[in-house]
């Protein structure tokens, strides 16, 4: 079946820091990859999304690549702001041919303090 | 542009009471909608999604029932809520199986 495995969190950086969050996958077929970001207290909303293998997905200096070889799409961003205090979710897409269905990790927290 | 709207935002119920959550999109025609639940301590989950009027299709057993009566709207009911469906849902829209788009999502806490 397909699953998405996230790093645990959560995690506590502070201003300007690096932030690194991975995500590996496993699925049949060809999925697409995504990030969804939840600020407290509201819904989910799309961050970044890669289509196929070495595609790389970038919004608001977050960035991943879709590495087949590694079923890997790892969050990255080079200085965090407190602001980007939430919820990151990575997921993937299936077209089942009927509807596509996301199936998502478990969620990381970053914290980002002064 | 598309957007989704759903509410209520917030609700308390008391256990055995009926559940109506209603989310509607604007923007689109045809779009394939879907209903997610988020447990406290637990990923999201996919209750159901629908890619046409009337059309319903259920991923997991449970206390919940979707309805789409029109073409951009999609609810969420229960006869008789259980404690343990407290959490937070999230309706969600695609087009032609691509990206998926998610609403504010509503809080539910069954007392």
């Known amino acids: 079946g397909n699953s998405v495995t996230q790093m645990e969190g959560p995690v506590t950086l502070s201003e300007e820091a690096f932030l690194t969050i991975n995500c590996t996958y496993t699925a049949t077929g060809y999925p697409s990859l995504f990030w969804y970001v939840q600020y407290p207290g509201e819904g989910l909303q799309l961050l970044l999304k890669?289509?196929?293998?070495?595609d790389k997905g970038s919004n608001k200096g977050f960035e991943a690549t879709y590495r087949k070889e590694t079923t890997s799409f790892h969050l990255e961003k080079g200085s965090v702001q407190v602001s980007d205090s939430a919820v990151y979710f990575c997921a993937l897409l299936i077209n089942t041919g009927t509807a596509s269905k996301l199936t998502f990790g478990t969620g990381t927290r970053l914290q980002v303090t002064l | 542009s598309q957007t989704i709207h759903q509410w209520p935002a917030t609700l308390v119920q008391p256990v055995g009471s009926p559940l109506s959550l209603e989310c509607t999109v604007e923007g689109t025609s045809n779009p394939n909608l879907y209903w997610y639940r988020q447990a406290a301590g637990r990923g999201l989950q996919l209750l159901f999604y629908?890619?046409?009027?009337?059309?319903i299709s259920s991923e997991v057993p449970q206390n919940l029932s979707a309805s789409r009566p029109q073409d951009r709207q999609f609810i969420l009911s229960s006869k008789k809520l259980l404690l343990s469906d407290s959490g937070f849902y999230l309706c969600a829209w695609s087009l032609g199986g691509n990206t998926i788009y998610f609403g504010e999502g509503s809080w539910l806490t069954v007392v």
């Open positions: 890669a289509t196929k293998a070495d």
């Open positions: 629908s890619v046409g009027i009337g059309q």
